[in-house]
């Protein structure tokens, strides 16, 4: 039996303005989150402004807010970001084609992939601070099994002169803070990674197995120049918080004084989260300004480094054909 038509039309007139609130309260609260993001960023931008010159960007910290630099803290940054980036993205990546393309057919194996899956993207949610804690006793200490960083079980090279330095334990060095950031990381990339090869279709696969081509060469080949925008977008998010993280560098490096920039693997550092942490937690109202600078430079680097990796990806962008 069908409704009057004037029923009818009062059911799609209620129908329109529930549809037209909720569009109304959806772009309240975007509006609110961007001016309240815009605001925070005029606070800091007026604020950091003051210190905010060459001789902050070239100079080292100081007791001194008008002398205090920031260039230490970059070098710091820059050195543990390539080491988590070179780590943790062929890895990640590996780690996601085994878990997606090679999936197992025995019972008893299926379930155990599942397992690994679910406990993955559950690491994902994990407190960054609890990896630093993995971190100082894997990489700084290896449990203690091979001796002290003063008195290491294995050195190569001068610890004053030369650039290739490697030693067992890490210590507090660059190279294990590096590897703690890895470890943050690596559950995004991976995850990110699978959700990438698997959104693509399963007909370029099997034309490719048709053609000839052997699992691998698909792979290589079909597979992962398809996924390559999905997975640089997750590399990307990773990264960006890689560069953020404070926690587990505090772990790793500590409240020290750094004056130099880090010249191999095996240097103490800082890096910028924890040089702008270390400001900001100053009594001094000049000093919270020279953290408000620090933040500027740290946002800026981080906008320049997601840019670029945006071109790149839009560049290895290819249609599906």
Excluded at 10 to 36: D, G, P
Excluded at 79 to 99: E, H, K, N, Q, R
């Amino acid at each position: 039996m069908s409704l009057p038509a004037d029923a009818v039309h009062r059911s799609l007139e209620a129908r329109q303005r529930k549809s037209l609130l909720f569009h109304i309260f959806c772009a309240v609260l975007a509006m609110s989150s961007v001016l309240v993001l815009g605001a925070l960023l005029v606070i800091l931008i007026v604020q950091g402004l003051e210190y905010l010159d060459l001789g902050f960007l070239k100079g080292t910290p100081s007791r001194k807010p008008e002398k205090a630099g920031f260039m230490p803290a970059m070098w710091g940054s820059v050195w543990i970001c390539a080491v988590c980036a070179f780590t943790a993205l062929p890895i990640g990546v590996s780690t996601a084609i085994i878990l997606e393309e090679f999936k197992p057919r025995h019972p008893v194996l299926r379930r155990l992939h599942a397992f690994m899956q679910l406990n993955i993207s559950n690491l994902a949610g994990v407190p960054s601070i609890v990896y630093g804690i993995i971190g100082l006793t894997v990489f700084v200490n290896m449990l203690g099994l091979f001796g002290s960083f003063s008195d290491p079980a294995l050195q190569i090279g001068d610890p004053y002169d030369d650039w290739y330095r490697f030693q067992i334990p890490f210590g507090r060095s660059a190279l294990a803070g590096g590897l703690t950031l890895m470890l943050v990381i690596l559950p995004i990339v991976i995850v990110s990674s699978v959700e990438a090869l698997r959104a693509v279709p399963g007909s370029l696969r099997q034309g490719s197995l048709a053609c000839g081509a052997t699992k691998w060469q698909t792979i290589r080949r079909v597979v992962l120049p398809a996924s390559i925008p999905g997975i640089m977008t997750g590399a990307i998010l990773a990264m960006s918080r890689a560069i953020g993280e404070a926690a587990p560098i505090l772990v790793i490096a500590g409240t020290i004084f750094i004056l130099y920039r880090p010249d191999n693997l095996m240097s103490q550092f800082t890096a910028m989260p924890l040089q702008i942490y270390n400001w900001a937690g100053r009594p001094q109202e000049e000093f919270h300004a020279v953290a408000a600078s620090g933040i500027i430079v740290l946002l800026v680097i981080l906008l320049a480094f997601n840019a670029l990796a945006v071109i790149i990806r839009h560049k290895l962008q290819k249609p599906l054909q």
